[in-house]
């Protein structure tokens, strides 16, 4: 079983900052890929950033130049630095896992960003 927490949502301003904190419980932690993903009302829930194992990672086109995944050695935590942020970035944040073929999804935490 994996637990995923996330936390360090809020009210930004356009042009502001947020980092995003996943809290992963779990010994498998470290050799799982991790992901964020985001949903605004209305829309599907698309992948904002993903980070491997290794240290690889992948960014969606919208978010490229603006936001950082990383994940510190020897923590359980996977952080999304959100850099410049957009009214568009305005949506509900997940953190997702997948372990043995299972789906691991966060409670979430909401980002909006006022212009």
């Known amino acids: 079983q994996v637990q995923l927490v996330e936390s360090g949502g809020g009210l930004v301003q356009a042009g502001g900052s947020l980092r995003l904190s996943c809290a992963a419980s779990g010994t498998l932690f470290s050799i799982s890929t991790m992901d964020w993903y985001r949903q605004a009302p209305g829309k599907q829930r698309e992948l904002v950033a993903r980070i491997t194992s290794i240290g690889r990672t992948n960014y969606a086109d919208s978010v490229k130049g603006r936001f950082t995944i990383s994940r510190p050695a020897a923590k359980n935590t996977v952080y999304l630095q959100m850099n410049s942020l957009k009214p568009e970035d305005t949506a509900g944040y997940y953190c997702?896992?997948?372990?043995?073929?299972?789906?691991?999804w966060g409670q979430g935490t909401q980002v909006t960003v006022s212009s």
């Open positions: 997702h896992t997948i372990l043995n073929g299972d789906d691991y």
